[in-house]
């Protein structure tokens, strides 16, 4: 007769027989203690607490008395009922197609799930399901049910990656709605689970300054920025550094230090190089910088050679498009961008103003007004275009 093996490592969502078991019982309340369910099951306390602690084999046939004392399957103790359904699931997600179908498979698998392991591994899969179908509110909530689950997994296993994990979508969610003082309340809790964990830290120090940014707390922002930064240089994450790099730059860009953020940026693009599209947004911020410089000739040329391949980041290609519009004061060019549906609303809003401001010192009345209700209608007017924070 064959045997289950324990394994004697935890791994995310693939935890030992053992493990399952325990964490199932544990679910279950007192009624399931090691004397209880032992009892009525037929395998002695000790016997039990053996099995369950990987000091002795399960047989198949105690395998299928454990089960049924749950009123599950065998296959629902092992998860292998569900086993097909979470692969297809993942790719699903990581494809972001198929909306529909991903939903209705993490809508399964999270009604089904025992334990705290599954059960956090089927809330935060069913939270990104919710996002995919565009549903924020109940992904929200899904994230927040797999937070429980993830801080006891953290305490009973010392796994902090599922808590990681679980923070980071809560992040996207929380600074959503503006909930910063719940988001700073979580940090609190878990920050010192991460303390020794440099890339981790830099991420939790992002995120407190996008707090102190929003309850507009510069000299905190700023320092929360830096310390992010000094995180991850301690790394070997040169994609990461970039990033960070992106960030403090555009700190000082905000606080109008223009020669620091520059320095900075050259530093990302430098880092960012193997990141097509982290670079290209470094690129986008050094030219600002530039225009704001009054080094008009090398924005223009930065534009002009980093433009050929944005397809497949429309927003960012439009953006660089009303850069060069910007850049060349090129009239003409900025009526073709207002007159492309491509266009998302922002530069669309920003080519109107660009416009405006250009018709004004003309001294045309009419075609000023023609711009300025396009733009009232999208937004109120920036008083420095380059100065608009989604640019």
Known sequence: MGVIEKSNTYTYGDLSIGQRISEIMEERGSSYSLRAFGGRIGISKDMLGRMISGERHMTPSELEKIAAGFKISVERLKQEDTKDDLAELRQLLRSRVNPKRAFGLAQGIAAVALGSTERCVAYNLLGQAYFLIGDTNEAHQAWLQALTYAEKIEHRYGDAGPLYAVLNNLTVTLTERKEFSKLSEILNRIEPVFEADMERMGSIMYSRATIARYFLENELEGQFIYRSLECLMQTNFKDKIGRAQVNAADFEFRGKNYVRARDLLEQAMVNLADEAGFFKVAVKEYVKVLLKLGDIKNAIKLIESNSDDLDGYPDLKSRFQFLLVYAKQDIAEAENLIS?????????????????????SLGDAHSFMKYYKLAKSIHSPSSDLLDEGDL
Do not use: A, G, K, V
Request: hydrophobic share 30%; proline share 5%.
């Open 340 to 360: 492309d549906p491509s266009t998302d609303r922002l530069i669309h809003r920003l080519t109107c103003e660009f416009l405006m401001s250009h018709y004004q």
